[in-house]
């Protein structure tokens, strides 16, 4: 079956480490993004790419890198620049010529 | 003002009610219009996308936009628990997707 896989489910990071979450798609989307998601906030998307080889930064773009050297794959990490980055991370892709995400089933991280 | 404002609840109904979770919005540019459901700690998954105007349906499920008030609606027919989830809206003008907060809902048996 088709779908978005992120890992790990859940991750602990310590103050001043770098940590890096997965993202994987095997739906031949083009577009993937990475959303964050805390309580009474909704989703702010942090950063997204068109094409590989290519991203833009989103809203809060601050404390976080990402790359995209292979269609299928989009991973973020979360560098000791973020101050606040306890949250549900969300990663999705879509094809361009369809409205509508579909999204992983999140990771949530948490500073120790 | 935020792009897009959403009601959080939580909203709580009997078993068989017929629910209303509604968005208001500000951008007049927004032409796709879409609701999704969140499980509790799980991803979001798209339930209905509508593009304009108008009403569309899908089981128990309708979804209606109203571009000249900003506002659009998720009804739900013959509530069940299995319902009981977090509803987002998102609307898009081009490539740019604007989510809103959430509504909480429980259907209690």
């Known amino acids: 079956d088709g779908g978005i896989t992120q890992s790990p489910k859940y991750l602990f990071r310590k103050e001043g480490q770098n940590v890096t979450l997965s993202c994987e798609q095997n739906l031949n989307h083009d577009a993937m993004y990475w959303y964050r998601q805390d309580p009474g906030q909704g989703l702010r998307l942090i950063y997204y790419?068109?094409?590989?080889?290519?991203?833009q930064k989103g809203d809060i773009a601050e404390g976080y890198s990402v790359s995209r050297e292979k269609k299928e794959s989009f991973p973020l990490t979360v560098t000791s620049a973020q101050k606040n980055p306890t949250a549900f991370y969300l990663c999705a892709s879509r094809r361009q010529d369809i409205y509508g995400y579909t999204f992983g089933s999140g990771t949530r991280l948490t500073v120790v | 003002q935020k792009e897009v404002e959403q009601d959080p609840g939580p909203l709580s109904v009997p078993e068989g009610a017929i629910v209303s979770l509604n968005c208001t919005y500000s951008n007049s540019a927004f032409q796709y219009f879409m609701w999704y459901r969140q499980y509790s700690r799980k991803g979001p998954e798209l339930l209905m996308y509508?593009?304009?105007?108008g009403n569309k349906e899908d089981g128990r499920f309708t979804a209606q936009v109203d571009k000249s008030s900003k506002y659009i609606s998720l009804f739900i027919r013959d509530s069940q628990p299995s319902d009981s989830a977090t509803y987002l809206c998102?609307?898009?003008?081009?490539?740019?997707?604007?989510f809103g907060t959430g509504t909480s809902l429980t259907v209690i048996p």
């Open positions: 998102a609307m898009s003008a081009g490539n740019q997707f604007y």
């Open positions: 790419s068109q094409i590989v080889n290519d991203f």
């Open positions: 509508t593009y304009s105007s």
